[in-house]
């Protein structure tokens, strides 16, 4: 197997995590039309039980990278696939709101650390020429997971069957614990644990080159990484944008989408079964500029790419709350927000999405990497489960175009401290990025 191929292989089998993450946080949008009426669910426990799977996540995001320094990130990602199983099989048995909470929080820590390792063991084991577009090959495929959910979600529209909705994530789940049994652990982790000679072959393997095995970056054990970051203020700052990067990709409002737009069809009239429907395309843009954007990420950056992707989303909010203000009243104009939100996942997963998980993969320094990615994460989970849980009470209460309007100057903000703050990544590799923010925000 030559190298290229070999690459594309290590990349495409762990971003299988990505496949898990979309589906169960997509597969929601439509099973939620069903569990609401069978359990007489209000608002605020439709964004109870979405938000439980974020809970979970947000916890597993914060424990992932310490795990995956103590177990390896090979392990951790075969964790992750068994947890998913297990998690989807509960979900699909549940008999009570919760019941299904409680599994969906379960689910969750899965969720949310696939999303934290997957892009973490990727980035370690690919160069960094082709490091942008594989770890995005994470972001294509978690919106390959919304596609798939979207997809299922219409197949069982017309008998209701949420239960086999959720229950089919153990499919994917299995396939991740599968795959990651047959591949190597990264350069880094094995670098970091005294495996030299082992770290060199698989480097070899992708043809990374000698920066990227630097000792001098080995991390110390997981109890002295807090002390490290403490000491350490550029560590602090390279954190702290990671940080900001996982609350830039939820702030603009993009999983309101995700989650709720057949819910917000319907309550414009468009009926049930159709509302499931308006998700594919939704799902299907979202995968096709995912794929343009994963071609892009690697020539013009990271930093422009983000601010493209972040203009982009608040013209499309701006226009989208005047469009919804008419839709409640006409199915034509419900049509026309459906194309707004098409018009502003298109922005999101071609730009947004893939520059904000790559930045946090490529900003945490290599000493700190699993709390400072766990940190990471956290912030990331902590801002999706408040969009999930306070979207639909938000729009009920200020109304939609008004609930819009708030996110698209939140999109407007997220420009300003992008340019001012974020540093372009491109052809670097890890180290190099480390030694840059050393430089530029040490105390000396």
Request: glycine share 10%; net charge positive; proline share 3%.
């Amino acid at each position: 197997m030559n190298e290229r191929t070999y690459i594309r292989l290590v990349a495409g089998i762990a971003a299988l995590g990505g496949v898990l993450f979309g589906y169960d946080t997509g597969v929601m949008s439509g099973a939620l039309l069903f569990i609401a009426p069978e359990f007489g669910m209000s608002a605020h426990g439709e964004g109870l039980v979405t938000s439980t799977l974020l809970i979970g996540a947000a916890l597993g995001a914060l424990v992932a990278g310490r795990v995956a320094d103590l177990l390896g990130r090979r392990i951790t990602l075969i964790l992750g696939g068994i947890v998913f199983v297990l998690g989807s099989v509960w979900c699909a048995l549940s008999e009570s709101i919760t019941g299904l909470a409680c599994a969906r929080a379960f689910l969750g820590v899965a969720v949310g650390t696939v999303s934290i390792v997957s892009p973490m063991y990727i980035a370690e084991m690919v160069p960094a020429r082709v490091r942008g577009r594989m770890v995005s090959l994470n972001t294509l495929m978690i919106v390959v997971g919304q596609l798939a959910a979207y997809l299922v979600n219409s197949a069982l529209a017309s008998g209701g069957n949420w239960r086999l909705m959720l229950g089919l994530a153990a499919v994917p789940g299995t396939l991740l614990a599968v795959g990651m049994a047959f591949l190597p652990e990264t350069p880094t982790w094995l670098t970091q644990h005294g495996h030299s000679r082992t770290a060199a072959r698989v480097a070899c393997r992708t043809n990374m080159p000698v920066p990227d095995m630097d000792t001098d970056d080995a991390a110390p054990s997981v109890g002295t990484q807090l002390r490290e970051l403490l000491s350490s203020r550029w560590m602090r700052v390279s954190v702290g944008l990671a940080m900001l990067m996982g609350l830039t990709q939820q702030i603009t409002g993009v999983n309101a989408i995700v989650y709720f737009a057949p819910t917000m069809m319907n309550h414009v009239g468009i009926s049930t079964q159709n509302s499931v429907y308006t998700s594919m395309l939704i799902g299907a843009v979202s995968v096709v500029a995912c794929w343009a954007g994963l071609h892009v990420v690697d020539r013009i950056g990271r930093r422009r790419l983000l601010l493209i992707g972040l203009a982009g989303n608040a013209v499309s909010l701006f226009i989208l709350a005047v469009v919804y203000s008419f839709a409640e009243d006409s199915t034509t104009m419900a049509g026309v927000s459906l194309i707004f939100m098409a018009v502003f996942i298109a922005s999101q997963q071609a730009a947004v999405s893939p520059t904000t998980w790559l930045l946090i993969s490529e900003l945490v320094p290599l000493r700190v990497r699993g709390l400072g990615m766990g940190i990471a994460g956290l912030t990331l989970w902590a801002a999706n489960w408040v969009v999930a849980q306070f979207f639909l009470p938000l729009v009920e209460w200020l109304t939609g175009p008004i609930a819009f309007a708030i996110l698209g100057v939140l999109g407007i903000v997220a420009m300003g401290y992008t340019r001012a703050l974020v540093p372009e990544t491109m052809g670097r590799s890890l180290e190099e990025v480390g030694r840059t923010l050393r430089r530029r925000y040490s105390e000396d």
